[in-house]
């Protein structure tokens, strides 16, 4: 045999000769999936959802939101099976705490059920589902819409954060993106010009919006990896914000050192109409007005004391601008709270929108006439077992 004869019988020979090793990575492989398959099905039934999806929220803060209610009815005593007006209260950081708030600071949902328990005329029929997580903003609340909507509630609440209308929010960064949401709006809302105008802002196509949905499971698999890991892991110390706080003088309050520059681009004086989270609200609006569903607003207290102390404050735009935000968010089935002005500088606990417990309190009882006042005058949800349920820490 010449030597190309010989050179053309091996190429014969060679696929043959790899076939059972082929065979031998795919039969590895496919062990290797059912063996992940199986520790993750031996995970969620000796766990449970809820233990999974509380780890999961330590990376992915907005798994809050998809707490099984009727799993975590069982463990709660905050449950009366008689429950009419389910109140969905969204948020960011400022509703849910932040890590370095007092582990008994009541929450804003808690205390605005407590108030309405013992002032409103529907009593102990309100519930109150607490779906504020770090990092939310507009888009994360116009995606969430439509999960709630699956509960039916009597009414759905959502802070407006006049920080998170500018350009430096922390919600901005590509660690708070959470796209994946996306995948909870109905494909059909891109034939609506506000809800096309999210999904491009975001820059998800319809193509990624339906890939997003693998998100759910994906949760689950985070949680399982830091469900098993927990044992091994250290107990978090204090917050590093939290010993700042603690080393500043008695009656100084952090939002002072900051520049006028910074403090200004915080809380920007203009707002622009065609913004991304403008954007995002007029969504939220137009979807509630068109499926019948009841918001309120409000507008978060922000540090107008410090601001009005500096010399580039201009009131009158301010104001102006804050009557533009308010108008946005009004319509036939949303209403606004201008709640900025609410609070002073000694209820903040930095210089962000997170609040002392007396902080809290305040705007849950700035909040319960409007709420009582729209429970009253909506149609009550079908009877339910839901519990307050509180935040997870990021």
Known sequence: ???SHRFLAGGTERPARLLPAVSRILRILLWFSVSLAGLFLVTLLVAGRSTLLRHAAQVKPYAVAYQPVSHLAAFTHDVQPTAQHLIVFLGDSSVAQPPWAAGDSP??????RDALRESSPLGASVRVLDWSFAGGRLFHYYCLLFEAEKLSPSLIVIPINRRGLGTIAD???????????????????????TGAAVMRVEDVGSSRQ????????????????????????????????????????????IIERYSDERLFTQYPRVIAHDSPPMTALRAIVETAQRRGTAVLFYTTPIHLDEMRRRPRFEAATFAASTESIVAAATSNATACLDLSDL??????????????PDGNRAIAMALAPEVSRLLVTTPSSPAQSVPILTALED
């Not at 110390?237 to 939290?242: C, F, H, M, N």
């Open 1 to 3: 045999m010449t030597h």
């Open 107 to 112: 929450a804003i949902p808690a205390i605005l």
């Open 343 to 356: 609070l002073r500088e000694d209820d903040f606990l930095d210089n962000y929108e997170h609040y002392t």
């Open 210 to 253: 339906r890939i997003l949905a693998i998100h759910r499971p994906v949760l689950y698999v985070a949680g399982m990896k830091n469900w098993i890991l927990s044992p091994f892991r250290a107990e978090p110390g204090p917050a590093p914000q939290l010993k700042t706080l603690r080393a500043m003088p008695p009656g100084e309050h």
């Open 171 to 193: 919600e901005w960064s590509e660690r708070f993106a959470f796209r994946e949401l996306a995948s909870l709006v109905p494909l059909a809302e891109r034939s609506f010009p």
